[in-house]
């Protein structure tokens, strides 16, 4: 798999910057998967293969996803000589018996280790990742979870609800009943005390799933919601350019085959305006400063523009959204229905 992703890294040297070579990456960012099981060949593969297509410096942004219990001084100190710095540590929960629920290969006082070991190891930039609306989470579960995590040295974190993914354990627990999942009411209730908990914690709540202490937003995400393009490199990885997307096939023997015996490896889409149109609400408005209709505007004209002012004016009728000079932005109320009032100010493809 690593020498696939070198050949790819190679083969795709052009996607990002074209044949300029003066260009720097803002940021590199392993997720997974579980990229924290690589050992110090497969970085070194990996780093060798960058090293010869891009340029960075300290200033750019290296993340690696990792589970807690992959984190060791050894790892660390392997992380940090490749440029690693910043963390996005799969802790889920500080309950254990939730953790087991979820089938996680760790304890909570394993993730209360990896990131207090992360930080003694001189990784300041730590996030860590948690999930709401699990089944028996009680509010007092979820309280001493955000209680926990406010006694950590993390500068972020990411709160996902969960999602109850096809083809899974879970989703056959929750058919045949074995498992209950929260109801919504209580889903909202758990995501309305997580932005509580974040203001009163000085952690700004700058994209639905996301909260950072000042300066430690995620850059590498940040550069997604602003639009910015990217290379994805591995199995079922997304590209896009500005005018197209691609993914790579997501079976890993499958993409090593094609890769290495230079097959097609991707399927890509043409994005037309009404497509780039509708994404650009999308990510935007799930950030803190929403849809900027200046720049809507500039990017996509007159029409589009007055599209959009016509359908979200009726949420702002309902105080779901908020105007802030040129900003629609959601509010409290709004973010429990991102998705639907995003999808509401779409146009036809
Ligand atoms: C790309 S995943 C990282 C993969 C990670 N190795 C893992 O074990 O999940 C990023 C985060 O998605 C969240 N996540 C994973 N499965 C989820 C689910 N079914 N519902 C909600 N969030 C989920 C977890 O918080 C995870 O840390």
């Known amino acids: 798999m690593m020498d696939a992703i070198a050949k790819e890294i190679e083969h795709r040297k052009n996607y990002l910057f074209g044949t300029a ?20 060949s497969d970085f070194e593969i990996i780093f060798a293969a960058l ?41 889920q929960s500080f309950i254990d018996n ?37 089944p028996d989470l009680s509010p007092a579960d979820w309280q001493a979870n955000l209680k926990t995590a406010e006694q950590l040295p993390i500068n972020h974190i990411s709160c996902y609800a969960l999602t109850i993914e096809e083809r899974t354990a879970l989703s056959h627990f ?16 758990q995501f309305k005390e997580l932005v509580d908990w974040a203001m009163n914690n000085n952690f700004d709540h700058y994209e639905i799933s996301n909260f950072c202490r000042v300066g430690f937003h995620s850059r590498h995400n940040s550069n997604y919601w602003s639009g910015k393009n990217y290379i ?30 230079s097959k097609p490896y991707f399927e890509a889409e043409t994005l037309t305006q009404e497509n780039k149109y509708n994404e ?18 500039q990017q996509f004209g007159k029409e589009y523009t007055s599209h959009f002012e016509k359908k979200i004016a009726a949420y702002v009728t309902q105080n779901q959204v908020v105007v802030m ?10 973010k429990l229905f991102a998705d639907a009032i995003a999808g509401d100010c779409f146009v036809e493809v």
């Not at 070579?21 to 099981?37: K, Q, R, V």
């Open 232 to 261: 994805g490199i591995g199995p079922s990885a997304h590209s896009y350019n500005g005018h197209s997307r691609q993914w790579n096939i997501a079976n890993n023997n499958a993409y090593i085959d094609s890769v290495t015996n």
């Open 51 to 91: 090293s010869l297509n891009y340029k960075w410096n300290p200033d750019t942004e290296i993340t690696l996803e990792c589970n807690p219990d992959d984190v060791t001084e050894e790892k660390l100190m392997l992380w940090k000589k490749y440029g690693v710095n910043r963390l996005s540590i799969g802790v």
């Open 174 to 189: 929750v058919k045949t009943k074995k498992i209950n999942i929260p109801t919504d009411e209580i889903v909202i209730t």
């Open 21 to 40: 070579d003066t260009n720097i990456l803002d940021t590199i960012y392993f997720g997974g998967g579980t990229p924290s099981l690589l050992n110090a």
């Open 280 to 297: 650009y609400v999308m990510i935007h408005l799930r950030t803190k400063a929403g849809v900027d209709i200046l720049q809507l505007q």
């Open 98 to 134: 939730h953790l087991l629920t979820m089938n996680r290969s760790h304890n909570a006082a394993m993730a209360i280790h990896a990131v207090e070991l992360a930080n003694k190891c001189g990784i300041e930039n730590i996030s860590i990742d948690l999930i709401y609306g699990l």
């Open 325 to 334: 000079q040129n900003n629609y932005a959601l509010t409290m109320e709004g």
